[in-house]
């Protein structure tokens, strides 16, 4: 298949509408990564995502909407916690489980769940796309299953190309990590997976706010179905150091003496003291948000230097956009550190 490249207008969203109607898939930006789109209500559309991602069959979709009222066609209730979150938090990062309405959406979406994740972006193209088909949009993060998530067009064409029909190009993604994924069915209200909304900011509407225990604990199965599987690895290794700069130099020295080419993810300032082979920029040590946004492109950067054998990153404090970028990073490491031991 021909994947067609769009640079954003008015004329491209139409277009790319038109295919989404037409139970074509769309890659779209939104202001966390870039999303594969497809129309929510046809199993047909959502079968395709799948099969272009390459996505098991048992991880359900996040739908997307642009308007309040279109959540009224497909989930059952909406709590008054809800409710008060998405009055704060909508459009933008924050993704709620809702009690799905039985057959309201293709069966697929939700892999056999009784609830339905949902956000209403706040990217204006994505919101003028979304608005333009008038349907709830499928749309899981726009990578091939496994990768980390694109935050540029050309990521998603890296991943996706003659395998979609579309890409709307609209430069880099904002926020640079994905939504926060809260469930709020039970007792207590749960984060699934760390995201744009941070812990801290759902607290300070909602009161205290629990996080996934299966997302530290190998022993315990994650909540969310997404959050098991390995995630964002790019080829080599990654390892996360968790010490001093010293300490994280004679790491990479001790790696070099065994003969492997090292790659080292880290910000502007720790780089600056560092002598690896490769060195990739995350941004600045003060600017965790910089962080997030540069997470992604930094961990597809090493695919592009095949000399490099083994990554070191460094890790950064869990308070937070630094919660989800921690996430990120131990499932790309496969929870895997190095740590000084007498510090
Ligand atoms: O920022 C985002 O959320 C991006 C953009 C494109 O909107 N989308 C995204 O979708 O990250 P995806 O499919 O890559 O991740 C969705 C996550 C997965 O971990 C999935 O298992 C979880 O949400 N999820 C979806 N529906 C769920 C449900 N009903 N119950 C529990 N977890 C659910
Ligand atoms: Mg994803």
Not at 8 to 29: C, K, N, R, Y
Not at 289 to 311: K, P
């Amino acid at each position: 298949m021909e994947t067609v490249f769009l640079k954003a207008s008015t004329a491209a969203i139409e277009t790319a509408a038109q295919m989404l109607q037409a139970g074509e898939l769309v890659a779209f930006p939104t202001e966390t990564v870039y999303g594969l789109g497809g129309d929510a209500t046809q199993s047909r559309s959502v079968k395709k995502i799948y099969e272009a991602k390459g996505r098991p069959s048992d991880n359900p979709l996040i739908v997307h909407i642009a308007e309040r009222y279109q959540l009224d066609a497909f989930v059952t209730t909406v709590s008054d916690q809800v409710e008060q979150l998405i009055a704060s938090f909508w459009p933008g990062p924050l993704t709620l489980l809702m009690p799905v309405k039985e057959g309201a959406l293709a069966p697929e979406v939700t892999a056999g769940l009784a609830t339905v994740a949902v956000r209403m972006p706040s990217h204006p193209l994505a919101l003028s796309l979304l608005k333009a088909t008038g349907l709830p949009i499928a749309a899981p993060s726009a990578n091939t299953s496994g990768k980390p998530s694109p935050t540029k067009a050309s990521h998603v064409n890296e991943d996706l190309k003659g395998r979609i029909a579309c890409i709307l190009d609209g430069g880099s993604t904002g926020v640079g990590v994905e939504s926060t994924v809260l469930d709020c069915t039970g007792e207590q209200p749960v984060i699934l997976r760390p995201g744009g909304v941070t812990k801290e900011a759902l607290a300070a509407v909602i009161g205290p706010v629990l996080t996934d225990a299966g997302l530290k604990n190998a022993a315990e199965k994650p909540k969310a179905p997404g959050m098991k599987y390995t995630h964002y690895a790019p080829q080599a290794p990654v390892y996360l150091v968790d010490g001093t700069r010293a300490y994280f130099q004679a790491c990479i020295d001790l790696f070099r003496l065994e003969g492997e080419v090292v790659g080292v993810l880290a910000t502007d300032e720790t780089l600056a003291t560092l002598k690896g082979d490769v060195h990739v920029s995350t941004g600045q040590a003060t600017d965790l948000a910089s962080v997030a946004a540069r997470l992604y492109d930094g961990l597809r950067a090493f695919n592009h230097h095949e000399e490099v054998t083994v990554i070191l990153a460094e890790v950064y404090d869990e308070a937070g956009i630094g919660q989800a970028v921690m996430n990120r990073l131990e499932k790309a490491a496969g929870h895997r550190y190095l740590r000084a031991s007498a510090r």
